[in-house]
């Protein structure tokens, strides 16, 4: 079953929200591991 246009926009609002926390965020450690969790997110996402 696909996504309605509603259950997208809110998928890609939270997409948004988790880069601007990435983007705001000072350690590089910090950043490169939360890059990371948002990367396997969307790999999962594609597998699904």
């Keep these: ?5 509603k259950q997208f926009q809110s998928w890609v609002r939270f997409l948004l929200g988790d880069l601007k926390d990435l983007e ?4 590089p450690e910090k950043q490169k591991a939360k ?4 990367m396997d997110n969307l790999q ?3 597998e699904d």
Excluded: A, F, Y
């Design 1 to 5: 079953m696909g996504m309605t246009d």
């Design 44 to 46: 999962k996402t594609l």
């Design 24 to 27: 705001q965020e000072t350690d």
């Design 35 to 38: 890059l990371k969790e948002i």
